[in-house]
């Protein structure tokens, strides 16, 4: 098995390359300094919009759909790994590309499931960057790493679904330019446990909305991902047209749009990694304690090789899902993939552990940007699925193999 890259794709990357360090890299420290001097730290500062109008006219953008996807740029999900991985450097630049959670997995979602009217309302805004958009999904009442026991409640009254339920957690919601939710909740609590839950469309601005407050991660509070917040529901109406592929197909829209977005979030991971690794090694050659350089003392050298292991192995596991996910479809990649979500963010977190310690104190601020880092890598062990889940389901899938022996 071979992960060579093609002509185009080492072309793209190159092109990528140097717009993250011409621009990106450079808008990151007044990007963040901007966000935490507003008034509400989810405005998007004119500084992104600055960025994706650049991105887009270079024509870096939207490179996240795959290539079975007409509103797609033609790529397949092994192609856009390494691009993504770029991308994954900075915490800002999938919004400047367009590539950024949640709405990769919404777009992926109105792409796949929707109806050509949901799409020309919702994808093509998306699509241009024009709007973002909210997955609510988990709820503060029900342990939701079990998606079946969600409790909100979608009821049909004539031409109207009614919502009633309380989400948390729910990405987006706090950006300004947020302007659907797409919801998951129950229509039929009697019917088979996995065809009870639909997912819904419902418009920010719908009456019985109620953003409760923000979610901040490790006191963090996310400008660059939209932001987590708890949202009410209260008799919020919406019209029956807004039901997402039909009635009981909700967790059949959520793997569909949950495997695609676990292994964009891997793919951001090891470029993430990759930075800090970099990070690290800058750090060990220019600073000097007890008349050494730290690059001279066994235990930074033996950080740093453990951590070039580490980034070698999880990018393997990466690239493997997705090459699986292209070859056979995601369904029949949810093992590789559920690995890769596991490994992933736990390298990542070891190599930016690594990095800060390096650092010092220094490590530990906003300064060098391991901070932030880690509280991004760290919530996805729990984002999209904790490591608990992904660990039983893959070794229900070992276990399997061998139940006849």
């Given at each position: ?58 024509g ?83 342990a ?36 659907i ?13 996995h065809?009870?839950?639909?997912m ?70 090891v470029?993430?990694?990759?930075r ?11 600073r ?118």
């Amino acid at each position: 098995m071979g992960f060579e890259l093609s002509s185009r794709i080492v072309e793209l990357r190159d092109r990528l390359t140097a717009f993250m360090e011409e621009h990106v890299y450079p808008a990151e420290a007044p990007y963040f300094e901007r966000a935490e001097k507003a008034d509400d730290p989810f405005t998007t500062p004119s500084l992104m919009d600055e960025l994706k109008a650049r991105a887009r006219e270079a024509g870096l953008w939207n490179w996240f759909l795959p290539k079975s996807y007409e509103e797609g740029p033609g790529l397949t999900n092994l192609e856009y790994a390494p691009l993504c991985e770029v991308m994954g450097r900075s915490l800002i630049a999938p919004e400047v590309f367009n590539c950024s959670a949640p709405d990769t997995g919404n777009m992926e979602v109105f792409a796949k499931y929707g109806t050509p009217e949901q799409k020309e309302r919702w994808l093509r805004p998306l699509l241009a960057g024009e709007i973002r958009s909210a997955f609510c999904m988990t709820e503060p009442a029900v342990a939701s790493s079990d998606a079946t026991n969600i409790q909100t409640s979608i009821r049909r009254d004539g031409d109207e679904y009614v919502i009633d339920g309380r989400k948390w957690f729910s990405s987006g919601v706090l950006n300004q330019r947020c302007a659907i939710f797409i919801l998951m909740g129950k229509t039929d609590p009697s019917a088979p446990k996995h065809l009870q839950q639909s997912m819904i469309l419902v418009p920010r601005g719908t009456p019985g909305i109620t953003i409760v407050r923000p979610l901040p991660v490790f006191n963090d509070v996310e400008p660059h991902y939209g932001g987590h917040g708890e949202v009410l529901f209260e008799n919020v109406r919406v019209p029956a047209e807004n039901m997402l592929l039909g009635e009981g197909r909700g967790f059949e829209i959520a793997q569909g749009r949950l495997g695609p977005g676990r292994i964009h979030h891997c793919m951001r991971l090891v470029g993430l990694a990759e930075r800090a690794l970099e990070t690290l090694c800058r750090r060990a050659n220019n600073r000097v304690a007890f008349g050494r350089q730290l690059s001279q003392f066994d235990t930074v050298r033996a950080d740093i090789a453990r951590s070039r292991i580490e980034i070698e192995q999880a990018r393997l596991c990466t690239f493997q899902a997705a090459d699986m996910m292209d070859k056979l479809g995601n369904k029949a990649a949810r093992t590789a993939i559920a690995v890769a979500k596991v490994a992933v963010p736990n390298m990542a977190l070891n190599v930016i552990d690594r990095a800060i310690q390096v650092h010092g104190g220094m490590g530990t601020t906003n300064d060098v940007g391991l901070a932030r880092a880690w509280i991004y890598a760290r919530f996805l062990r729990i984002g999209d699925g904790p490591d608990e889940v992904h660990r039983e389901a893959i070794a229900k899938t070992e276990l399997r193999k061998y139940a006849a022996s």
